[in-house]
């Protein structure tokens, strides 16, 4: 079974619009985290965000921010007045503390930001 | 500061053939990984070092071995390389070991990755 789903293969928006990209997870442990990476055109893995399950409080960063729910398994990112500099694609992971902090990723949301 | 270095960046194989992926990092993570990167299917993990000394298999571990040559280098063999083979391979680390729940200390820091094409 897939601990981490993204169910959005594809998301396209335009310029300056809100975007929000959906993960949800599954797991047994009362002690894991979630994470958000971005991999821009070039390639690489960008770490964005970690949480722990003990800390449900949202997090802004500036344009981004992240909404941790626990009744429903879900850790959602939202990018406000998205830019082109936006478009990547964007990977949910989780590990766990009982596997040995093994990490568990979605397969990814592809966002493309039209100019 | 190179963080995770891995090397070569590009290889095309032919079926049968044999290679060694090579990581290295210089941050003192205990934990090193590689995953394999396909389209549509996410990262998967293929092996993982939890501390020196110590390998073990992940998601798609056949057709895969792993050396933990010391703390810092973690390599991926091919012995028979197959076109199912064809991918990208990222090695990455971190600073957890097994259990430890420290703020931070689990995130996972990337190599730029390793396109590898199998004939």
């Known amino acids: 079974a897939q601990k981490v789903t993204q169910a959005q293969t594809e998301i396209s928006v335009v310029e300056k619009e809100d975007v929000t990209l959906d993960c949800v997870y599954e797991t047994r442990d009362t002690t894991y985290y979630l994470f958000w990476y971005k991999q821009p055109p070039s390639g690489e893995l960008v770490f964005l965000i970690r949480?722990?399950?003990?800390?449900?409080q949202n997090e802004i960063s500036g344009r981004y921010s992240w909404n941790f729910q626990k009744s429903t398994s879900s850790f959602n990112f939202t990018i406000t007045a998205s830019q082109v500099v936006d478009s990547a694609v964007y990977f949910c992971?989780?590990?766990?503390?009982?596997?040995?902090?093994?990490?568990?990723f979605g397969t990814g949301t592809s966002l493309t930001v039209i100019p | 500061n190179a963080g995770v270095t891995q090397t070569p960046k590009f290889q095309v194989l032919k079926t049968g053939q044999s290679m060694t992926l090579q990581c290295a990092q210089d941050m003192n993570h205990n934990s090193m990984y590689w995953y394999r990167q396909d389209p549509g299917m996410g990262l998967r993990l293929i092996y993982y070092?939890?501390?020196?000394?110590?390998?073990d298999k992940g998601e798609v571990p056949n057709g895969y071995n792993v050396s933990r040559l010391n703390k810092r280098e973690f390599s991926l063999r091919l012995e028979s390389a197959a076109p199912s083979q064809t991918s990208v391979y990222f090695c990455?680390?971190?600073?957890?070991?097994?259990?430890?729940?420290?703020?931070?200390?689990?995130?996972?820091?990337f190599g730029a990755g390793s396109r590898l094409t199998v004939l």
């Open positions: 949480r722990n399950s003990f800390d449900e």
């Open positions: 992971a989780l590990s766990e503390r009982n596997t040995g902090n093994q990490f568990y």
């Open positions: 070092s939890a501390s020196e000394g110590t390998t």
């Open positions: 990455a680390s971190s600073e957890a070991l097994p259990g430890q729940s420290s703020s931070g200390a689990n995130v996972l820091t």
